[in-house]
């Protein structure tokens, strides 16, 4: 009868409180170094480096766009990221997340609908100078609306 309005979803609601936002409508060129939590919801074009001590994380909103390396403590992704992502707690890739690039992950967590193009990479196989899954590199590729491991061809 009388229907909710729902607000586009973004990122999950967490906990977190973004002490800085780059909004939809502003793009910024340039390496960004971020000492306290970051939310993008707008473009950013160069590496982004979030501070690995205290509670620090970095999300890219539905409508956020990275193109550039990513370095953070803590990452949820609703958005497109073209560059690679080294994050040494936990990655969230939520259904509408697009990453062209490898995934250097502690923890990961993946929607389905969330679209990988690169390797995964796991923290501890990547401190061991491993990428691999059964002694054989991997890759991720996305099919549909599922995220799946395959091995690289060489």
């Known amino acids: 009868m009388f229907g909710k309005k729902h607000s586009p979803k973004i990122v999950r609601s967490t ?5 800085t936002i780059i909004g939809q409508s502003t793009e910024i060129r340039g390496e960004i170094i971020a000492t306290q939590s970051l939310r993008i919801d707008g473009t950013v074009v160069g590496d ?6 205290g509670n620090v994380s970095l999300a890219i909103g539905l409508t956020g766009s990275v193109q550039g390396d ?3 403590q803590r990452l949820m992704v609703g958005g497109r990221i073209s560059g690679n992502v080294f994050v040494t707690e936990s990655v969230e890739l939520h259904d509408s997340a ?13 929607e389905p609908g969330a679209k990988i193009n690169g390797r995964m990479i796991t923290l501890a196989n990547a401190q061991q100078g491993e990428l691999t899954i059964e002694g054989k590199p991997t890759l991720v590729s996305s099919a549909s609306s599922q995220a799946r491991l395959a091995p690289a061809s060489d």
């Open 48 to 53: 982004i480096r979030v501070s690995q001590s």
């Open 70 to 72: 990513i370095h953070a």
């Open 15 to 19: 906990d977190e409180s973004f002490e």
């Open 98 to 110: 697009d990453i062209h690039g490898d995934i250097t992950y502690g923890q990961i967590t993946i």
